[in-house]
């Protein structure tokens, strides 16, 4: 993993309900992402890269596709 977009991680978990949009959305204290492969980390074909806590169905296709956009993975290091 050479890079992770915090920005987007943080949009994908509003967008489960983990965040407002306005001050009037309610937060899903039962949603949200555990980082299983940060930055630096070593990964393979298959291998989770996070792990989504949801209560919406409905709106998994879009996070995830969100997720795997906020993550580079290459085959260097990342910088130190």
């Known amino acids: 993993v050479t890079g992770i977009d ?7 978990a509003m967008a ?4 407002r949009e306005k001050t009037s959305d309610v937060i899903d ?16 074909v298959g291998d989770p ?13 879009e996070v995830t596709a969100r997720v795997r956009a906020a993550y580079r993975i290459g085959s260097a290091a990342p910088p130190a």
């Open 16 to 19: 489960l309900g983990a965040g």
């Open 6 to 12: 915090s920005e987007a991680i943080g949009l994908a």
């Open 49 to 61: 890269l996070v792990i989504a806590h949801v209560n919406d169905e409905g709106r998994l296709d």
């Open 29 to 44: 204290p039962a949603v949200g992402f555990v980082l299983e492969a940060k930055v630096g980390a070593v990964v393979k």
